[in-house]
Every structure is written in C-alpha cells, then in structure tokens.
C-alpha cells in the first residue's frame, strides 16, 4: 500500500470515495496538473503548444501510462479554464488536478470495496465466513491492489461479453456497453456492423436490439462486472468493466452461432477502425451446454470459438451441473478441444469440487460457483449456484488480467491477439491454487487465482529486439553487416531461437539461439549479400521464438540499388527529413538537391510491394514529396527516392 502523505492516482485507480483533507483550503496543489497523454505523443507536444503560458512538465508520473506533472503560475492564469483548454488537445486522454489525499491507517484500503454485502461475497474474499475455509477465493482483493479493471495500458476500454437469456439492462450496479453509433429504434444499420439497432447488445432469437429481462443473465454479468466501491450492493471481478448482453442462450444451436458472430462482427469493427467503432471484447461466457453431447457432431460452434481467438478472445464455457467424466461421456462447449475456450467446474466455499462434470483432458480448472451473491431482476440481489455461476469468475478475470498488463505486452496483444490470449489461458492455468478434489480431475488440478495470473504476466520474460526491423542499402554484388541486439527486459529467464525463411539465402546470422537472463543482452550480426542479385528490393523477416516471452517477426529490407552514395544533395543539408513521423493525416518527406533532377518517391508496405510512386522534375534547394496514406491501415511503410546519383531509404509510420 502507498504510505506517502500525497498519493497520485490515475485513472487507473480508483479514487477513494470519503472527503478529502489537507491543511490547503483547495483539495489540490494549486499550479499542479496531472495529465495523461496517448501512446503516440510525447509531453514536448503539450509543451510547445502551451508554451507562452509557462506551462511546464516537472516530472514523469508513469512512463507506462505517459502521465506527466505539469506546473503553471497559478497567480497569472485561471486554473480552471486552462484545465479545461488542455483536456480539448487531441493527445490528451485525461487531464485533472493533482488532489491531496490523507493516509488512513488502514493497509490494502483499496483493495476493498464499500459494496455493502461484499462481506458476503466468499468468492472474492474467503475470510471463513459462513463455515467457509479461509482464502477459498479467487485472491480478487490481492489483484485490486494492482488495477481495478476497465482499462488497458493503451486506453481501451474493456469489454466482456455474456450470451444468456438476456439480463437487467436498468440494474443500478451493472455498466453495459453502449453503442453510441447506432440511434436507437429507427430502423437503420447506423454504424454498418450488419446489426439493426443494437444500441446495448443483440438478441438472437429475434435479431434485433432488443433484450430481454433474465435473472440469470443478470446474475452472471454481477459477477463479472458489477460496479465496484459504488456503496450499494455488490462488486464484480472487475470494478469498472463493460459488459455486452447477448440474449442467445437456448433455442437451438443456430441461435448460440448467431451470438458468437455478433461479438466476432463487434470486435471486428474495433480492429478494423482502430477503436472508433465496435468494442473491445476480450472473452465471452457462456453458462449453457448440451448434457453428455458428442463434440464431434458441433463442428460450426467449435468453429467460432476458434474464429473468435484468433482476434484475441477466450471463451469461458461453463460444464455440466454432474458428476460425471465428460472425457468419459462428452460435453457441449466444454468437450471441444479448441485452444481459445477455458472450460469450467464448480468449486465450494471449502475449495471442494461441487456436484459438476470434471475431466482431466476436457475440464481446465474449477472456480467458485456455490451459493454466489450477485445481481438479480428489479434492482435485486441473491444466490446462484452452478457452473454458471463458476464461469463468468474466469470470463471476468480474463479482462481484469489485461488492465493489468503493461503497454508492452498489450501492443503485442494488439499485434498477435490469438497467440497473447492464448497467453492469457496459459497464465490463468499455471496461477490456480491446487487442490485435491481437482488433481487428475481438471487440465490444471487447481481452483482460479486471478492474482497469481496477473504476477505470472508481469514478471515474464520480455524479448525485444532493437531496431525492430532491419533496412540496408547495398550495391550490387557487395556484402554489409548490421547490428541486432536482443534483450530480455522483463523479470526471468528465457530462451530464443532464430530463423530466416528459406526463400532468403542472402541473409544470414551470427547465431541462432541463445539464453538470457533478466537484464542481460545478445549482440547478433546480420550479414545481406546481394552477390548475382538484381536491382530491387528484397523483403524477408527473422522469426525469435522465445516459449513463455512469446514471438516475434523482425522485418528485414535489402534493397539492391546502383545509387547508393548520397554524393548530390546538397552539402550542409539535413539530407531527408520526415514530419511527422508518426503521422496522422500527412506525411511531409523534404530533402535538397544540388542540381535539376527527376526524382522517384516510392512508398513499400511491409511486404515490398510498392503502394504509392510519383515522379517528379525538381529544381536546385529544398524539394518535399507528400503521402497521406489515406488507402491503407496504420502501420510501417517504408518511402524511397532515387535519382540519378543518389538513392534514399527511410521508415514512415502511420497511427
């Protein structure tokens, strides 16, 4: 817990709920800001455009979360209205004052929620009530000392989805998403996702918005997400998340495919346009199934399991309310073999297996799913037992286990999300408390511990490489070497290996594997030997497997040119320069010539094919191409230029 007199919180802690106090009159430091900025700006941004106004960045908060201090005249400017005036500047996420706050006495304060009946919520906080065994839990409040959930490290907003038979849509403790780019009830497909006025969520036996009211449902979605430290009711696994209804859980299996397809066409289209549309949906639970089915004969269902972790979601399936050997006598979701679903047992508040189907092939861990409170129809409150009850525990968790995920693997999330879910899985399976009753009986032989989860992720080995992709200009028939350093920068140990696709003789490396402990680095030589090869540019990558610090493909360009000197820009000159880079709108790439020249701009995706060239006459002194981008996705591009006498290459990036 934080011991200090003044404590900064972000928006990724709570604030504490009672009054604040301090010997100020204000509950603030006056001339102090705390903003937080996006993770493609910088701080020097804020400061030159408020530079005339003597604001001015006196420390880094949190490099992670790009938080910075800022300090102003608060004599000479309003406080209030440049507040308000930064909070309008686009790389800014969040801006606020820099509150005092007063220790309490109390360790772990916020960790607890003021949830009334959250004494009662064994699940959460096993402290032996009710004839319970103490730390019978999940350790949800150790995990809330680390992030209450609702956020990731690059600011997106988190989304559970929960196909059932619909849910409270008015309950006072539950947040829903809400798709602001459809206007209800008129009609047309706004956002064009496919879906109809899906303002809060879908339902599949009718396709259409509308969603029913179902105490189940409802009780499920408290348990992923009921809001936390609000003072009323109940907390979830996560305090602040975002849950999408679905109403899809019976009927037929068709109907279950059209739920699972809208969370994949949600999802999607929040890929697709970088955040402005859809949602964020990082698992999904379902708490049905077909009793003793055979797996083999629900190949469609499986399927959109499979569809649904390659974009980086996990399944939280719920297994049957028996006792039986689902290895032995099947299961419909839970006896798929699928490696994007976690299926789910029952446990007690005694960390017993409950009367629920077990397997040690099929079943993956069990979590609490006996007498569970949460929330209920009518702004209501009550028990539920079952594997349904179990599974939202670990549908929730998911999403808890990536607010708390640093910026670094979240961007490898975003680049590889079915291989960083699976990730996720790995980690929820190697975090459970073991039990006997579950040894032999589950994958794992364990009860879910979300915190274990968590520290599992932030003390895993990190493999980076440095630079990020390699770019040689050689002339033909010639051979030059490049650096690549490989770093573990995370808390233990790993093992890479490296390879060159076989399409790519003409590079080649100093070694191709090798051991790294925490801290520690790996200088590999590079070698590009173009000999017998034409002009042109050649692409290839090198892949570094690393077991538990994941993978990754390091981009490699050769490109093979007669002009590789840079003799006929102008002497003095900064040669090429790109502004901005990253861009947004307009990429600027301004360079000097020395004498009347024609000049190729080309611009290569990451696959060398060539998206954009214009060749231009230019005159003597400063020249500048420019690129939009306006055709192709975020990402890296490459531009070259080339005239007689001299070529160069360089990265643009677009965000």
């Given amino acids: 817990m934080f011991k200090n007199l003044l404590i900064i919180f972000t928006l990724f802690i709570s604030m504490l709920g009672a009054s604040l106090k301090s010997q100020n009159t204000e509950p603030y430091r006056p001339g102090?800001?705390?903003?937080?900025?996006?993770?493609?700006?910088?701080?020097?941004?804020?400061?030159?455009?408020?530079?005339?106004?003597?604001?001015?960045?006196?420390?880094?908060?949190?490099?992670?979360?790009?938080?910075?201090?800022?300090?102003?005249?608060?004599?000479?400017?309003?406080?209030?209205?440049?507040?308000?005036?930064?909070?309008?500047?686009?790389?800014?996420?969040?801006?606020?004052?820099?509150?005092?706050?007063?220790?309490?006495?109390?360790?772990?304060?916020?960790?607890?929620?003021?949830?009334?009946?959250?004494?009662?919520?064994?699940?959460?906080?096993?402290?032996?009530?009710?004839?319970?065994?103490?730390?019978?839990?999940?350790?949800?409040?150790?995990?809330?000392?680390?992030?209450?959930?609702?956020?990731?490290?690059?600011?997106?907003?988190?989304v559970v989805a929960v196909i059932d038979g619909g849910t409270d849509k008015d309950h006072e403790d539950l947040v829903f998403k809400h798709n602001w780019d459809e206007i209800p009830a008129n009609g047309i497909d706004d956002d064009n996702n496919g879906y109809v006025d899906d303002v809060m969520g879908w339902n599949a036996y009718s396709n259409n918005g509308y969603m029913p009211d179902d105490s189940h449902g409802a009780h499920v979605s408290g348990i992923i997400g009921a809001v936390g430290d609000n003072g009323i009711g109940v907390t979830g696994v996560n305090w602040n998340v975002k849950v999408l209804p679905i109403a899809g859980s019976s009927s037929s299996e068709a109907t279950v495919v059209k739920?699972?397809?809208?969370?994949?066409?949600?999802?999607?289209?929040?890929?697709?346009?970088?955040?402005?549309?859809?949602?964020?949906v990082v698992s999904q639970n379902n708490s049905f199934g077909i009793d003793q089915a055979n797996p083999d004969n629900y190949p469609i269902w499986e399927a959109m399991y499979d569809s649904l972790g390659r974009l980086g979601i996990i399944s939280a399936a719920a297994t049957a309310n028996a006792s039986w050997d689902i290895d032995v006598v099947g299961d419909v979701p839970t006896g798929f073999t699928t490696d994007y679903m976690i299926a789910v047992t029952n446990t007690t508040r005694a960390d017993r297996l409950y009367t629920a189907g077990y397997g040690d092939t099929a079943i993956d861990l069990g979590a609490p799913g006996t007498t569970i409170l949460s929330t209920i129809l009518n702004n209501?409150?009550?028990?539920?037992?079952?594997?349904?009850?179990?599974?939202?525990?670990?549908?929730?968790?998911?999403?808890?286990?990536?607010?708390?995920?640093?910026?670094?693997?979240?961007?490898?999330?975003?680049?590889?999300?079915?291989?960083?879910?699976?990730?996720?899985?790995?980690?929820?399976?190697?975090?459970?408390?073991?039990?006997?009753?579950?040894?032999?009986?589950?994958?794992?032989?364990?009860?879910?511990?979300?915190?274990?989860?968590?520290e599992l992720l932030l003390n895993r080995p990190i493999l980076t490489a440095n630079p990020s992709l390699l770019h040689e200009e050689i002339a033909p028939n010639s051979t030059i070497q490049s650096d690549l350093t490989l770093s573990n920068t995370?808390?233990?140990?790993?093992?890479?290996?490296?390879?060159?696709?076989?399409?790519?003789?003409?590079?080649?490396?100093?070694?191709?594997?090798?051991?790294?402990?925490?801290?520690?680095?790996?200088?590999?030589?590079?070698?590009?030997?173009?000999?017998?090869?034409?002009?042109?540019?050649?692409?290839?990558?090198?892949?570094?497997?690393?077991?538990?610090?994941?993978?990754?493909?390091?981009?490699?360009?050769?490109?093979?040119?007669?002009?590789?000197?840079?003799?006929?820009?102008?002497?003095?000159?900064?040669?090429?320069?790109?502004?901005?880079?990253?861009f947004s709108n307009r990429a600027k790439i301004s360079f000097s010539l020395k004498e009347t020249n024609t000049v190729t701009f080309s611009v290569y995706n990451m696959q060398g094919k060539t998206i954009y060239q214009k060749a231009e006459q230019m005159l003597p002194g400063v020249n500048a191409f420019y690129w939009n981008g306006e055709d192709v996705p975020r990402g890296i591009y490459f531009y070259h230029l080339e005239t007689s006498g001299w070529s160069k290459s360089g990265r643009l990036v677009k965000k």
């Fill in 32 to 158: 102090e800001f705390l903003i937080q900025l996006n993770q493609s700006n910088d701080i020097q941004t804020i400061e030159n455009r408020f530079n005339k106004k003597g604001l001015t960045s006196i420390e880094t908060i949190s490099k992670r979360f790009k938080i910075y201090l800022l300090t102003f005249d608060k004599k000479t400017l309003n406080q209030q209205s440049l507040l308000k005036e930064i909070k309008s500047e686009k790389p800014v996420i969040n801006a606020q004052y820099n509150h005092f706050l007063e220790l309490r006495g109390v360790d772990d304060l916020d960790s607890i929620p003021d949830d009334p009946n959250f004494s009662s919520q064994w699940s959460l906080q096993n402290t032996g009530q009710n004839g319970g065994t103490v730390d019978a839990d999940i350790d949800a409040t150790d995990a809330w000392t680390i992030t209450h959930g609702g956020l990731t490290a690059l600011g997106d907003t988190i």
């Fill in 259 to 280: 739920a699972l397809s809208y969370i994949y066409a949600v999802r999607h289209q929040y890929d697709s346009t970088n955040g402005q549309m859809g949602a964020f």
């Fill in 380 to 454: 209501g409150y009550g028990t539920k037992t079952g594997t349904s009850m179990a599974t939202p525990h670990v549908a929730g968790s998911v999403a808890l286990i990536l607010a708390a995920a640093d910026s670094t693997f979240m961007a490898d999330y975003k680049a590889n999300p079915a291989e960083k879910i699976l990730m996720i899985k790995n980690y929820i399976l190697q975090g459970v408390d073991t039990l006997p009753t579950l040894m032999g009986k589950t994958v794992s032989g364990g009860r879910l511990n979300v915190y274990n989860a968590i």
């Fill in 490 to 582: 995370g808390h233990d140990t790993l093992v890479y290996k490296l390879t060159i696709p076989d399409d790519a003789p003409w590079l080649t490396l100093s070694a191709d594997s090798g051991l790294l402990a925490p801290g520690n680095s790996d200088l590999i030589m590079v070698t590009f030997n173009d000999n017998g090869m034409d002009t042109g540019l050649y692409v290839t990558h090198i892949h570094a497997a690393s077991g538990e610090a994941g993978s990754k493909d390091i981009p490699v360009y050769m490109h093979v040119t007669n002009y590789v000197s840079v003799s006929s820009i102008a002497p003095g000159s900064r040669h090429v320069v790109v502004s901005p880079n990253p």
